[in-house]
């Protein structure tokens, strides 16, 4: 079966990136305290492995470095955080807290004052302060929040670096806007794209697009014209999108369609080959039809005369150029090379890594193109093409870590090679499963029988890439590194989804306005004086509190009964197309939680069994007629489930004492390995002591 992953063979570092590596690490910041004497650490962080996976794949020699790694040190389970996210559970290795401590709680946290989903990545909005009008613009006069990381608690490499460690992380999550260090950190998912957004690609088409306020993309419907009147229809003129104009938007609203700041885009098409002339502002490519271009640097200007300048960078891919005309741009990742905002502490990290890998890179926090293939943009064969490039960005960038690693330093490297593309594959076939147990296994409702010829072995090809770059991981350490690889959790098919609000309406605990049946929370459909509870985020269940929610009916005294009652509702719930119990287990907030932002967690958290999860309409607050359905979704393996259901692996290359160990666990273990003690808070115990 073909694999559809990068396959390059291992090799020495490139002369190259040696050299800019050694250069870039001599010329650090000045007054960093030498690392210390000793092993250093390697962290290889793999987002999504999962333990059954990969211990079949170990078991039938496909993943020989993993295998030996096992035999040199250990292998085992690690428990994830509760709930399952990403967010929640790195926020839990980077400070050694739970939630209740770092004040991360799931990808989606909701504002009490307006009953809103916001991103968890940062607080509720507040003043959205003063500006002068001067002749159409708004400019910046008082007031406003800066835009800070809502987490809280102090990360491992702060504590490291305190101690003189020379610490080096690379695209962690949950680290944007990063948070004050001196350490070099480059942030990772959650950093966003120039729209402020977390990836909008833009699709340039001439084909009608059906249900376009569905999709995720920014759809331009464009015609192939005869602007040179030599009678070929050979040319097409657009635009692309930036970041929002906001020197002409009134503080505190939302930008519109037409809110953007732009340049001009136009594509020549060849008469006589399927290949174009790319022009984006003042970039220039050309492209065959099926292939994409490099990076190209767009700049867009906030003021006139270029006098804020906002620097970019995209890539196109020419789909199709004739008869149809369909042109896919990445969403206009923030320069690596001129970040417009701080995307690494120190500030010019980015730039300096852009410097040594030759130019741009991936920036926004999360680069699979998976919104166009939800949207079904793109096939499968697009998808694993874009793939392939983030995954040459990841192991140029690895090669950088491994050249500046030195005896005593401590390295995280973060890998999404195996997350996303779980999300995005797993309904060609289980890979939890053997080969020859799938053929006799129900098959995923978002089933595609023709893509599924061509990519059911994906998800392993992408397992099998990871351990050809353990090997080079091991190969490129000092001997006597302490090796460590972890994953955030691990992974489930995702067959049934339930819309949480629809079962609340059903139940009795939330109302709709006017006798209606279905709705949405932000747009005002909720009747808060009969509603008793609500959902928003993937697992979080709220009650209307009075003193908490703006219109909050529920007395404080009222709380326990309210929780049990819910709770033994949902446990007892059970999806009547199979007999299954869509709900594992339901947790409260305060029995679960530790620490100063505990007031802030969700009151219960729903902990879905294997198969199932909250509907994506749910998360973010609406009430749809049916509260189970199919999931026919490309988006077909899932983790956010209860964590007994997804752990996820560690592996190590020392032994390490007893088990049951998770996420906090490993960051006492590095704060230890250097004799650092732990920080206020923190629960985690060493799993291996030096």
């Known amino acids: 079966m073909r694999r559809s992953v990068v396959r390059r063979d291992v090799r020495p570092l490139p002369v190259g990136i040696v050299a800019g590596a050694l250069a870039l690490a001599l010329g650090g910041c000045p007054g960093t305290p030498p690392s210390l004497a000793g092993p250093g650490v390697f962290v290889l962080g793999v987002d999504g492995m999962d333990p059954t996976i990969l211990a079949r794949m170990m078991g039938e020699g496909r993943m020989p470095n993993f295998a030996k790694l096992a035999q040199a040190g250990a292998f085992q389970p690690l428990g994830t955080s509760n709930p399952p996210q990403s967010p929640v559970a790195w926020s839990n290795f980077v400070t050694g807290l739970d939630p209740g401590g770092h004040g991360i709680y799931d990808f989606v946290h909701r504002d009490p004052e307006t009953y809103l989903p916001i991103s968890s990545a940062t607080p509720p909005p507040g003043d959205a302060g003063t500006s002068l009008d001067l002749f159409g613009f708004y400019l910046p006069i008082g007031g406003g929040d800066d835009i800070v990381n809502n987490r809280t608690g102090t990360p491992w490499w702060d504590a490291l670096h305190d101690a003189g460690v020379d610490v080096e992380v690379y695209r962690v999550p949950g680290n944007y806007p990063p948070t004050p260090s001196d350490a070099k950190v480059l942030a990772g998912m959650g950093t966003v794209d120039m729209r402020g957004g977390y990836g909008q690609y833009t699709w340039y088409t001439d084909q009608a697009v059906e249900s376009r306020a569905h999709l995720k993309g920014d759809i ?210 289980d890979p939890r499963l053997a080969p020859s147990e799938r053929a006799g296994a129900p098959a995923h409702p978002a089933y595609e029988a023709e893509a599924a010829a061509h990519h059911a072995d994906d998800i392993e090809g992408y397992y099998e890439n990871v351990d050809r770059l353990l090997g080079e991981v091991v190969a490129g350490l000092p001997t006597d590194t302490f090796l460590v690889v972890m994953s955030d959790h691990g992974f489930q098919p995702f067959t049934r989804t339930m819309n949480l609000n629809g079962w609340l309406r059903d139940n009795g605990w939330l109302t709709l306005k006017d006798g209606k049946h279905e709705g949405h929370i932000a747009q005002g459909d909720v009747d808060w004086s009969k509603t008793r509870a609500y959902g928003l985020g993937f697992n979080a269940l709220y009650l209307n509190l009075q003193g908490r929610e ?19 509702q949902l446990v007892a719930l059970v999806d009547p197309t199979n007999s299954a119990h869509p709900v594992l287990r339901v947790d409260r907030g305060a029995d679960i939680y530790h620490g100063a932002r505990v007031a802030e967690a969700p009151d219960l958290v729903v902990g879905y069994d294997r198969g199932y999860g909250n509907s994506d309409e749910s998360t973010l607050g609406e009430i749809l007629p049916d509260i189970l359905a199919d999931n026919t979704s490309r988006w077909s393996g899932n983790h956010l489930m209860a964590p007994e259901v997804v752990p996820g692996v560690l592996l190590t290359n020392r032994p390490i004492s007893g088990e049951g160990h998770d996420l906090t666990d490993i960051t006492a273990t590095l704060l230890a390995w250097y004799g650092v003690a732990p920080l206020p808070g923190m629960t985690g115990q060493p799993v291996l002591t030096r």
């Open 220 to 429: 331009q419907l464009v015609t192939v014209e005869d602007y040179d009147l030599d009678g070929v229809a050979d040319t097409v003129k657009s635009t692309l999108k930036g970041p929002p104009d906001l020197f002409h938007l009134p503080p505190g609203q939302i930008p519109g369609d037409s809110d953007y700041l732009t340049v001009p885009v136009t594509v020549s098409i060849d008469p006589d080959e399927e290949v174009a002339l790319i022009r984006a502002g003042s970039a220039q490519a050309i492209v065959r039809e099926g292939e994409w271009t490099d990076w190209m640097d767009v700049s867009f200007d906030a003021l006139p005369a270029g006098a804020m300048p906002l620097a970019g960078a995209v890539r196109f891919y020419a789909k199709e150029l004739r008869p149809a005309f369909r042109l896919y741009a990445s969403p206009v990742n923030l320069s690596a090379e001129s970040p417009p905002q701080d995307i690494s502490t120190p500030s010019d990290f980015a730039s300096d890594l852009a410097d040594v890998l030759g130019g741009q890179y991936y920036t926004q926090g999360m680069p699979e193109e998976t919104n166009a293939l939800k949207d079904t943009t793109f096939s499968d064969d697009d998808y694993v093409k874009q793939v392939a490039l983030v995954q040459e960005d990841a192991e140029a960038m690895l090669d950088v870590a491994l050249a500046r690693f030195r005896p005593g330093d401590a390295t995280f490297f973060y890998l999404s090679d195996i997350d996303l593309q779980c999300h995005m594959l797993w309904r060609h076939g």
């Open 550 to 568: 703006a219109e909050g009916i529920v007395a404080p005294g009222d709380v326990p009964a309210i929780e049990a009652q819910l709770r033994e």
